[in-house]
């Protein structure tokens, strides 16, 4: 199979990337702005190419891709919560329209598209404790004024309009909507005590590398369901692999015995990093508003835990637990920062304005 998959270099599609190319005989073709995460896998000379390419600028050259492949893979997305507010129009226009020419050339050239979506589209809880389901749960978002939830809002109107086209018969998908993924590979470090930027482990990771503050937003009581890379990029090659029973359908991938709260979390990474290294870190938890942390405009997701009985359905399950997928994630960053004479831009220490 000839995978094409735009997004190569980031997070999720480094890892999965090796993983599909380590686990079967796929044909992959990775589309990215950087490479940094993926240039350890020139060995796998004959079934791996990268093209460094901007969806932005050079969709042209995109479109040549997509026509000689049998499925696109998008992972093209801004997935940081200061974007959300600081550049709001920078997201949509990255997250919905770009994407949104992605999805139209697919139509075109009759592929099959894996839409990477989001968790945020379901919002809220509004009082929900019961797990996401696909089809099922109300999505829930807040006021116009909090730019956080534009992200999300992209997504999801992203998702409808795949899902009308579904409808209509022109076009075979599957929206992916991931929950948390932790792992090697995630994000950039910061300096320890810096407001905004990337996401949690990143912060606290950083704080407790450089003895600073675990910044607990709007008291740390946001629920997540984390899942450890390695599980998930198993659970996106089930998808790959099951063309008939995934067309058309929105999938949940995650671990839901693997949540906890951001407060809980802080604890957890403090209780490792001692475990790992042998030494306590400088690092202290203290408190702090959302807005003060991202900027005006923030506001938080309180519950995300995931039904997966879908995901479940074509075999797979999650392997690695709370405790374990933090541990091996440090333990990833630890070893790296330690062994290498000259650490990639993501393993430096850099300003939160780095996307």
Known sequence: MKILILGAGGFIGSNLTE????????????????????????????????????????FPLIESFVATSDVVIDLIAYANPSLYVEKPLDVVDLNFFQNLKLVQECIRTHKRLIQFSTCEVYGMSAGNREPFKEDE?????????????????AKELLERIIYAHGQEGD???????????????????????????PRVFSHFMSALMGNGPMRLVNGGESHRSYTHIGDAVRAIQAVIENPDRCRNQIINIGNPNNGTTIKELAYL??????ELTNEKSGAWVEEMAGDEFYGAGYEDCDWRV???SK????????????????????QWYLEETSRRDVLPSFLKVQPASVS
């Open 137 to 153: 749960t109300n999505l829930v978002m807040g006021p116009i004024k909090n730019q956080r939830w534009i992200y999300a809002s």
């Open 311 to 330: 995901i479940s359905a074509l075999g797979w399950k999650s392997e690695l637990d709370l405790r374990e997928t933090f541990r091996q994630t440090m």
């Open 306 to 308: 995931p039904d997966v």
């Open 19 to 58: 993983h599909l190319l380590r686990s079967g005989d796929h044909m992959v073709m990775g589309l990215d702005s950087d490479d940094e995460k993926i240039r350890d896998l020139g060995v796998w000379e004959g079934r791996f190419s990268f093209l460094k390419c901007d969806v932005r600028s050079d």
């Open 171 to 197: 076009l075979n998908f599957t929206i992916i909507r991931p929950f948390n993924f932790v792992g090697p590979k995630i994000d950039y470090l910061v300096e320890a005590g810096t407001l905004g930027g």
């Open 269 to 274: 990474m403090m209780e490792l990093y001692e």
